[in-house]
């Protein structure tokens, strides 16, 4: 089975700075998808951004961006300009290409302090 | 259009008892999943269907059954509840595989908090 590892239980960041989230896998699988998702207080699980690993290209959204390093099976996440509503548990995710089901790390709690 | 709902919220059940939680999507999913979200465990996989009438196992399914009688909804049931199985329940669905703009992205529920005394 595939694993999930995100080193950093919890992270803590100033508001209007920047933040990185770590995140590794592992897999034989050439094809895959991989997620960031955002858990706030709420406990509602909101997709942040998402990655195909056939694409070289780093995605973006907004102020979160990834660095995917394929080789090195590393997937993290940077936050710019960080905001109050940005404090919430980060969850890394994968999938198989042909596979179902999601398999999440631990997680990690994002403090965003003014 | 709700998304993906959960029934109830918020359940106590003692040591025994049996319960069903509902989920449903009004999405035209194919895909539908339970997790359980324990304390610094991530997300769980215990069951997952792949199209009306089909279940399969997931990582931690023992203590659990599921159906899916219609293509929008997907129950959990537990036939007799155990102190291990207080939990958050998260339901969500998936478009199918090959499906046109399909890359797995897969839509949560609110969750169910279910504590089992």
């Known amino acids: 089975a595939q694993t999930v590892t995100q080193s950093q239980p919890e992270m803590s960041v100033q508001e209007a700075e920047t933040v990185t989230l770590s995140c590794t896998y592992d897999t034989s699988e050439s094809d895959y998808y991989l997620f960031w998702y955002k858990q706030p207080p709420s406990r509602q699980m909101i997709l942040v951004i998402r990655?195909?690993?056939?694409?070289?290209q780093n995605a973006t959204e907004n102020r979160f961006s990834v660095n995917f390093q394929k080789a090195a099976k590393s997937f993290s996440l940077k936050i710019s300009d960080s905001q109050l509503g940005d404090a919430a548990m980060y969850f890394c995710a994968y999938s198989e290409h042909s596979g179902y089901a999601l398999n999440f790390g631990k997680g990690t709690s994002l403090l965003v302090t003014p | 259009n709700a998304g993906v709902t959960q029934t109830p919220k918020f359940r106590v059940l003692k040591t025994g008892q049996s319960m069903t939680l509902l989920c449903a999507q009004d999405?035209?999913?194919?895909?539908m999943y339970w997790y359980r979200q324990d304390p610094g465990m991530g997300l769980r996989l215990i069951h997952y269907s792949v199209g009306e009438g089909t279940t399969a196992k997931g990582e931690v399914p023992d203590g659990y059954n599921v159906s899916r009688l219609k293509k929008q909804n997907f129950l959990l049931g537990l036939e007799s509840a155990a102190p291990s199985q207080t939990s958050v329940y998260f339901c969500a669905s998936s478009y199918s595989k090959g499906a046109s703009g399909s890359y797995n992205e897969q839509f949560f529920g609110p969750g169910t908090r279910l504590t089992v005394l």
């Open positions: 990655q195909e690993a056939y694409k070289q």
């Open positions: 999405m035209n999913h194919e895909y």
